[in-house]
Protein backbone atom coordinates (compact mmCIF):
# COMPACT_ATOMS: atom_id res chain seq x y z
CA UNK A 1 0.00 0.00 0.00
CA UNK A 2 1.13 3.40 -0.95
CA UNK A 3 1.11 6.43 1.35
CA UNK A 4 0.54 9.76 -0.79
CA UNK A 5 1.33 12.64 1.60
CA UNK A 6 -0.12 15.91 0.36
CA UNK A 7 2.02 18.97 0.79
CA UNK A 8 2.26 22.88 -0.42
CA UNK A 9 4.24 22.98 -3.60
CA UNK A 10 6.99 25.92 -4.47
CA UNK A 11 5.26 27.30 -7.21
CA UNK A 12 2.72 29.24 -6.00
CA UNK A 13 -0.38 29.54 -4.02
CA UNK A 14 -2.61 26.41 -4.85
CA UNK A 15 0.34 24.53 -6.01
CA UNK A 16 0.15 20.57 -4.57
CA UNK A 17 2.93 17.72 -4.35
CA UNK A 18 2.15 14.57 -4.02
CA UNK A 19 5.45 12.59 -1.81
CA UNK A 20 5.24 9.25 -2.40
CA UNK A 21 6.10 6.29 0.17
CA UNK A 22 5.42 3.00 -1.07
CA UNK A 23 7.39 0.71 0.57
CA UNK A 24 8.50 -1.18 -2.63
CA UNK A 25 5.24 -1.97 -3.22
CA UNK A 26 3.86 -1.21 -6.75
CA UNK A 27 1.11 1.98 -6.61
CA UNK A 28 -1.75 1.27 -8.14
CA UNK A 29 -3.83 2.54 -10.92
CA UNK A 30 -6.32 4.70 -8.42
CA UNK A 31 -3.22 5.90 -7.10
CA UNK A 32 -1.94 7.05 -9.68
CA UNK A 33 -5.44 8.61 -11.01
CA UNK A 34 -5.26 10.64 -7.64
CA UNK A 35 -1.78 11.81 -8.26
CA UNK A 36 -2.67 12.59 -11.73
CA UNK A 37 -5.47 14.34 -10.92
CA UNK A 38 -3.49 16.55 -7.92
CA UNK A 39 -1.37 17.14 -10.92
CA UNK A 40 -4.76 18.75 -13.32
CA UNK A 41 -5.75 20.42 -9.75
CA UNK A 42 -2.17 22.17 -9.44
CA UNK A 43 -1.70 23.10 -13.17
CA UNK A 44 -5.26 24.90 -13.38
CA UNK A 45 -4.57 26.91 -10.26
CA UNK A 46 -1.00 27.58 -11.19
CA UNK A 47 -2.09 28.40 -15.08
CA UNK A 48 -5.47 29.57 -15.02
CA UNK A 49 -7.40 29.81 -18.06
CA UNK A 50 -8.92 33.27 -16.89
CA UNK A 51 -5.21 34.84 -17.16
CA UNK A 52 -4.91 33.09 -20.69
CA UNK A 53 -3.02 30.16 -19.99
CA UNK A 54 -3.95 26.51 -20.73
CA UNK A 55 -3.71 25.50 -17.66
CA UNK A 56 -4.19 21.51 -17.31
CA UNK A 57 -4.15 20.99 -20.92
CA UNK A 58 -0.65 21.27 -20.82
CA UNK A 59 0.37 18.36 -18.75
CA UNK A 60 -2.65 16.25 -20.81
CA UNK A 61 -1.03 17.02 -23.95
CA UNK A 62 2.64 15.93 -22.36
CA UNK A 63 0.78 12.50 -21.76
CA UNK A 64 -0.97 12.78 -24.81
CA UNK A 65 2.45 13.15 -26.64
CA UNK A 66 4.27 10.29 -24.54
CA UNK A 67 0.94 8.26 -25.65
CA UNK A 68 1.47 8.72 -29.09
CA UNK A 69 5.04 7.61 -29.25
CA UNK A 70 7.16 10.75 -28.89
CA UNK A 71 10.04 10.15 -27.13
CA UNK A 72 10.55 10.92 -23.61
CA UNK A 73 13.19 13.36 -23.92
CA UNK A 74 11.77 15.17 -26.63
CA UNK A 75 8.75 15.84 -24.56
CA UNK A 76 10.70 16.87 -21.53
CA UNK A 77 12.46 19.40 -23.94
CA UNK A 78 9.45 21.01 -24.95
CA UNK A 79 7.65 21.44 -21.58
CA UNK A 80 10.99 22.81 -20.02
CA UNK A 81 11.39 20.13 -18.00
CA UNK A 82 14.40 18.26 -18.86
CA UNK A 83 16.96 19.99 -15.94
CA UNK A 84 14.74 18.96 -13.53
CA UNK A 85 14.66 15.15 -15.14
CA UNK A 86 18.40 15.17 -14.23
CA UNK A 87 17.72 14.84 -10.68
CA UNK A 88 15.53 11.37 -11.15
CA UNK A 89 16.54 8.54 -9.71
CA UNK A 90 15.71 5.20 -11.30
CA UNK A 91 16.73 1.51 -10.40
CA UNK A 92 15.89 -0.98 -13.11
CA UNK A 93 15.74 -4.13 -12.07
CA UNK A 94 14.40 -5.59 -14.84
CA UNK A 95 15.74 -9.14 -16.30
CA UNK A 96 15.30 -7.68 -20.07
CA UNK A 97 17.57 -4.46 -18.53
CA UNK A 98 21.29 -4.69 -19.76
CA UNK A 99 22.45 -3.37 -16.09
CA UNK A 100 21.16 -4.70 -13.08
CA UNK A 101 20.49 -0.96 -11.65
CA UNK A 102 20.54 2.75 -13.43
CA UNK A 103 20.60 5.76 -12.20
CA UNK A 104 19.56 8.64 -14.66
CA UNK A 105 22.57 11.03 -13.37
CA UNK A 106 24.95 8.05 -15.14
CA UNK A 107 22.73 7.78 -18.30
CA UNK A 108 20.79 9.00 -20.91
CA UNK A 109 17.64 9.72 -20.48
CA UNK A 110 16.68 7.81 -23.60
CA UNK A 111 18.17 4.86 -21.80
CA UNK A 112 15.19 4.76 -19.77
CA UNK A 113 11.80 3.75 -22.32
Given at each position: ???????????????????????????????ILFINKCV?????????????????????????ELACGVPF?????????????????????????????????????????
Amino acid sequence: MAILTLVDGKKGPGDILVLVTSYEQPLSFAEILFINKCVLDSEHEYYPIAKGNIGKAMFLNAINELACGVPFERVLERYGLKRKAKSLKIVDKRKKASKSEKDVSSMRLADLV
